[in-house]
């Protein structure tokens, strides 16, 4: 694990070491562009932890594009304050959940923020929130490698590691490598890369497609030394479950899609020894 350190210098605020002091492992989820699915995976990613019996949490912050309510059916509800802190929401499986979707008065409202005031909330999230005793938090960043993502990396104590999301086609990939790239130079470990739509499985045929290309995020994961988490196929189950707020790993547990899931999050407790 890594303290979230630059050049020697640590600067995790203390005020967010305290309050994640008893978070047992944390996990970001980070895509190099947008529209390659990083959100379905870390909302599935968080619901198979909770599957298994861990007290999970997922983190939303990207801000700009907050969807996790959605994807939990928990669009329109809003965070309880307790002496000056933030109860998180309960969600499916007793996922505790925190988005800035939460705090807006409309579900489509818009934000726009510079970057100081999103490093400020992003701070007031990991120092604020009640989140307790949990054993695995997924945080969900905004997509691709601008500063904001620099400042959430060195705002969250003790990482256990970044999951790099990617479709397997080739200018996803790209933008991949670019988000491998910074986070190496963060000095922040990465658990490896999961590539999502890997296939698609006709429902009506049988017959598989690769919509997207194939080998290619297996060759990245390749050249940078790090591991290929695994493949998720695209079901469109996941797309109108997600439209409706139901998880899709909850869902249908016996389909490919939650056993690719599983197989992903297997991959994972094993290497941070859950």
């Avoid at 640590?10 to 980070?30: F, G, Q, T, Y």
């Avoid at 969600?91 to 979707?101: E, I, Y």
């Avoid at 993502?149 to 996803?172: M, N, R, Y």
């Avoid at 997600?242 to 994972?268: L, M, R, Y």
């Amino acid at each position: 694990m890594t303290n979230t350190v630059t050049d020697g210098k640590d600067l995790v605020p203390p005020e967010v070491r305290a309050n994640m002091k008893d978070v047992k492992h944390k996990i970001v989820v980070l895509s190099g562009k947008g529209g390659v699915g990083k959100t379905t995976v870390a909302t599935n990613l968080a619901m198979s932890f909770a599957k298994k019996g861990l007290k999970s949490g997922i983190l939303d912050v990207d801000i700009y594009g907050p969807n996790v309510p959605k994807l939990l059916g928990l669009e329109g509800l809003h965070p309880e304050a307790e002496n000056e802190r933030i109860r998180p929401i309960r969600g499916p499986l007793n996922l505790k959940v925190m988005s800035m979707g939460f705090l807006l008065r409309q579900t489509d409202d818009a934000i726009a923020w510079r970057g100081p005031l999103v490093g400020k909330a992003i701070r007031q999230f990991l120092s604020d929130v009640m989140w307790g005793e949990m054993d695995v938090l997924v945080v969900d960043l905004p997509p691709g490698t601008g500063d904001e993502i620099l400042s959430i990396l060195q705002s969250i104590p003790d990482i256990d590691g970044v999951i790099i999301v990617s479709t397997p086609q080739e200018v996803a990939v790209l933008d991949a490598r670019r988000a491998i790239r910074l986070v190496e130079r963060m000095g922040v470990p990465i658990l490896g890369i999961v590539e999502n739509m890997s296939e698609f499985v006709c429902p009506k045929c049988g017959e598989t497609y690769k919509l997207f290309g194939e080998g290619v995020t297996k060759k990245a994961a390749d050249d940078f030394g790090i591991r290929h988490l695994g493949s998720l196929p695209l079901d469109p189950r996941i797309i109108s479950l997600s439209d409706k707020g139901t998880p899709f790993v909850e869902e249908n547990p016996d389909s490919k899609a939650a056993k690719a899931f599983g197989a992903v999050v297997s991959q994972i407790s094993e290497i941070i020894g859950l």
